[in-house]
């Protein structure tokens, strides 16, 4: 890189948004960046990408593993495609963790070089994937991921938006990484730099060795990594986005751990403690239901039990399938998984032995709202299918139905 690069590596005083501008700017104007263009605000892919995964064979943490999670970015496609040829297990993370953590990639029985190609490039992603859920029992023994910038030491800078970070940080939390787990990112040698050690936060992923075109750099880290996922620094709109973020908040909720959200308001704990003094008082008040139900199995029951003394609002009720219910789950289970996600409903419709639940709510709005919060939900090692209900009914058959 030259003098440009030793301008980069004596910029002291760089925040990390000037480091990513320099790289990103830097591998445009030499020729050096490669399709997706322009590479800003990206996982820069460059020329020599290929050739510098291929590193990945001269690892003997590689030759070792068994399952590798490597990131969906362009300049990583060849070492995705080297990790099928090995006939290793091929983890992806799904795009901005927006339907689940990772894609296990499975390429059809007696692919050629050719097909496997195929199953490493984005497309191939879509086509040859399945989802591996939270209680998948996932282990990662290599971790693959993009940079835009990183030192000989092992800071690593992405492009912005933590997703590296929060992945391994939730891999920590599934227990699918260990401390000793290796971390390898992929990069041209112009992104190799002098980063410095107060720009990094404790939720900052190191990597433990660079692959170049012309270098591999074991970088003796020893600073640790994220050891799970850091909750107070999580937002609100961060759940929204990323649904499987909420299953492991209740997750960790459950086991006792702290999950207070970086913009949760202190006397939210006093709200939700006044809202279950309310529900105890509705379930004093409410007697659990058991009818004949039309999804009925054989002789099977389907068991009602109502959250709320009576419907209220003027607008119709709205439903809200929940299906993909694990057979051990409980109905108490759900309700209190409701409660955690503020999507409490009116009514819950409980068909255990059909493996599914319907829930009611006040109108539409409440019902989309719950069904948007709920989502990527996993729980008893299923991830719950929800949606609103095919066939909904008005509030009258459903004043009819709770007074039969």
């Known amino acids: 890189m030259g003098g440009k690069r030793a301008a980069m590596l004596e910029d002291a005083g760089a925040s990390k948004g000037d480091i990513r501008q320099k790289v990103w700017d830097y591998l445009e104007t030499s020729g050096l960046a490669e399709f997706p263009r322009p590479v800003h605000h990206r996982i820069p892919n460059f020329k020599g990408a290929p050739h510098a995964a291929t590193r990945l064979l001269g690892l003997e ?3 070792a593993a ?6 969906p970015d362009a300049p990583q496609k060849n070492a995705r495609f080297l990790t099928l040829e090995a006939r290793k297990t091929l ?19 007696g692919a050629t070089k050719e097909v496997l190609r195929i199953c490493a490039t984005s497309q ?20 693959v991921v993009g940079s835009v910038a990183v030192s000989e030491k092992g800071w690593r800078i ?29 990069v041209h040698d112009c992104q190799v730099v002098d980063i410095a ?26 600073r640790p990594k994220p050891c799970g996922i850091l909750w107070h620094k999580v937002s609100y709109e961060m759940l929204g986005k990323i649904p499987i973020l909420k299953s492991l908040r209740y997750k960790e909720k459950q086991a006792g751990k702290d999950v207070t959200l970086q913009d949760e308001q202190p ?65 108490s289970e759900l309700k209190c998984a409701l409660r955690e996600f503020h999507a409490a409903p009116l009514r819950v419709n409980w068909q255990g032995a059909q493996h599914r639940a319907f829930l009611d709510y006040k109108d539409k709005a409440a019902a989309e709202s719950a069904v ?16 609103l209900a095919k066939n909904q009914r008005n509030k009258e058959q459903v004043e009819i139905n709770r007074q039969k």
Do not use: W
């Open 66 to 71: 068994n399952t590798v999670k490597i990131n």
């Open 91 to 109: 983890l992806v993370p799904t795009p901005r963790l927006r339907s689940g953590l990772f894609n296990k990639i499975v390429p059809p029985p």
């Open 267 to 331: 006397d939210l704990a006093d709200a939700s403690k006044s809202a279950a003094l309310n529900e105890k008082a509705v379930a004093g008040n409410t007697r659990p239901q058991v009818s004949m139900g039309s999804a009925q199995t054989g002789q099977q029951y389907v068991e009602s039990d109502s959250l709320s003394p009576r419907l209220e609002g003027s607008g119709v009720i709205t439903t809200v399938y929940v299906g993909n219910i694990p057979p051990n789950l409980r109905v």
């Open 197 to 222: 050690e107060e720009l990094l936060g404790d939720h900052d992923l190191t990597v433990d060795y660079i692959l170049t075109p012309t270098r591999t750099i074991k970088t003796n880290c020893k």
């Open 61 to 63: 943490e590689f030759k």
């Open 124 to 143: 191939g992603i879509k086509e040859y994937s399945v989802p591996v859920g939270l209680d998948g029992k996932a282990r990662v023994d290599l971790v």
């Open 158 to 186: 992405g492009k912005g938006e933590g997703y590296a970070d929060m992945e391994y940080a939730m891999m920590v939390s599934m227990g699918a990484v260990m401390e000793d787990t290796p971390v390898i990112t992929i």
């Open 372 to 387: 948007s919060s709920l989502k990527g939900l996993s729980l008893g090692g299923n991830t719950l299918r929800v949606e």
